[in-house]
Nanobody, 129 residues
């Protein structure tokens, strides 16, 4: 079992920035297969930024160009730098991972499909003026 703990959420004004962190209890088997998901009230959970099994970053169309996902495997910690935040970015953000020897990640029509089975508790992001 992989433990994931998120931090860095908070409340900022539109146009502001936040950096989320996710500390993992150990590396995943691939060294990658980690990502950030979010869920707003009344909406389905969605993937926003994911590292595939080769470490390639994938972004949803809603955040591409504004969010950046990075991984420091020495710690190991996953980060999400979020810039130019919008009210629609308000949500609970979750760190997730797949701890097998491969993971399924696909981007179709601006949406990421990633089947991960290890989850953190989440950190709340609120964008409001």
């Amino acid at each position: 079992q992989l433990q994931l703990v998120e931090s860095g959420g908070g409340s900022v004004q539109p146009g502001g920035s936040l950096r989320l962190s996710c500390t993992a209890s150990r590396r995943t088997r691939t060294g990658y297969c980690m990502g950030w998901f979010r869920q707003a009230p009344g909406k389905a959970r969605e993937a926003v930024a994911v590292l595939d099994q080769d470490g390639n970053p994938k972004y949803s169309g809603d955040v591409k160009g504004r969010f950046t996902i990075t991984l420091d495997n020495a710690k190991p910690s996953l980060y999400l730098q979020m810039n130019d935040l919008k009210p629609d970015d308000s949500a609970m953000y979750y760190c997730a991972a797949e701890d097998k020897t491969w993971c399924f990640v696909m981007v179709l029509n601006g949406r990421i499909r990633a089947d991960f089975d290890q989850w953190g508790e989440g950190t709340l992001v609120t964008i409001s003026s």
